[in-house]
């Protein structure tokens, strides 16, 4: 794939290349990170369940009494034309509404127009040898707000828990919240299988609810794989049959170890193919 120096990147309202993408500095975003975001796959140069993720956006937004600076059908028509722009056939679409540029106060100010940014980039695919061993994981400490439902760009919580991850050599960090239980990954949800059964935290503040998680609870309905949403300890993550995160990016990632226990057989097991296997079935019956 060649990237081309065309103007990709929509901000303030038109499309413009790299050097000219640039935001105020009393944008709250930047100063506050007072704004939410969503990250839509591309598949051959289509987005992927593009209404879902336009609808959790529009919530995000509400959630925050916050606008939206066009209409949802006029950011999905810009979500579609990214990738084109940039070439990209395989890769995500990036969103990100902030509250705009106003000086900087805490409380919402009246003169700021919400901003808006749209732009494809290609995918850093994980490994493919991930998905056939599957990879690992380390469980560290839930230290988000109380709002994980909502897709604001606050992300420190889930960068630090990430480095986190990357420092121990894992790819992915779980969150385990005191008094709660096992909610996700820091940037996925999390699924476990016991004796045949799926387990996944419930749609709650505690968690975001994925667009993949819940194509995957679909998918697991439809193969009649009994499903539960419940806050699972994470003695009980290290105890499961078989256990995987799922993202728009990752798509469904078994696990093969978590703090360096092996879950299960320390291999991806028979729930978990079934589910890999129905999802990529799933984005070929959708984009064709
Ligand atoms: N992250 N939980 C968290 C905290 C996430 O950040 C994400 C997605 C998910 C999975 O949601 P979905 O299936 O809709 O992608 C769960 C995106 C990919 C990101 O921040 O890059």
Redesign the pocket.
Same mark, same amino acid.
């Given at each position: 794939m060649t990237l081309s120096n065309a103007d990709y990147i929509f901000v303030n309202g038109k499309w413009v290349g790299p050097g000219e993408a640039l935001v105020p500095v009393e944008d709250r975003g930047y100063q506050l990170a007072d704004g939410v975001?969503e990250?839509v796959r591309v598949y051959g140069g289509r987005a992927f369940a593009l209404q879902p993720?336009l609808d /959790?956006l529009a919530r995000s937004a509400a959630e925050l009494e916050m606008d939206l600076p066009l209409t949802l059908d006029e950011v999905g028509a810009l979500v579609k034309e990214a990738p084109g722009r940039r070439g990209v056939e395989d890769g995500q679409v990036y969103i990100q509404v902030t509250r705009g540029a106003a000086p900087r106060v805490h409380h919402f100010p009246e003169d700021a127009r919400p901003s808006l940014v749209v732009y494809a980039s290609p995918l850093r695919r994980q490994p493919a040898a991930l998905y056939e061993t599957g990879a690992d994981a380390v469980v560290v400490p839930d230290e988000r707000w109380l709002r994980?439902d909502i897709?604001s760009i606050n #992300?420190l919580p &889930?960068a630090l828990a990430k480095e986190k991850a990357r420092r121990a050599g894992a790819l992915e960090a779980l969150l385990l919240r005191e008094g709660v239980g096992m909610t996700? =990954? $820091? !940037? $996925? &949800?999390l699924f476990i299988v016991r004796d045949g059964r799926l387990e996944t935290a419930p749609a709650s503040r505690w @968690? #975001?609810r =994925? @667009?993949? /998680?819940d194509i995957v609870l679909e998918l697991a309905a439809q193969a009649h794989i009994p499903a539960a949403e419940r806050f699972f300890s994470k003695e009980e993550l290290l105890s499961a049959d078989e256990a995987f995160v799922? !993202?728009?990016?990752m798509e469904v990632m078994p696990l093969a170890r978590v703090d360096g226990q092996a879950i299960g057989a320390g291999r991806p097991g028979p729930v978990t193919k079934t589910l890999m296997a129905a999802f990529r079935e799933r984005v070929r019956a959708e984009i064709g």
């Open positions: 975001y990250v993720h /959790r994980c897709k #992300l &889930n996700e =990954g $820091s !940037s $996925s &949800n @968690i #975001l =994925g @667009i993949t /998680r799922t !993202s728009t990016t």
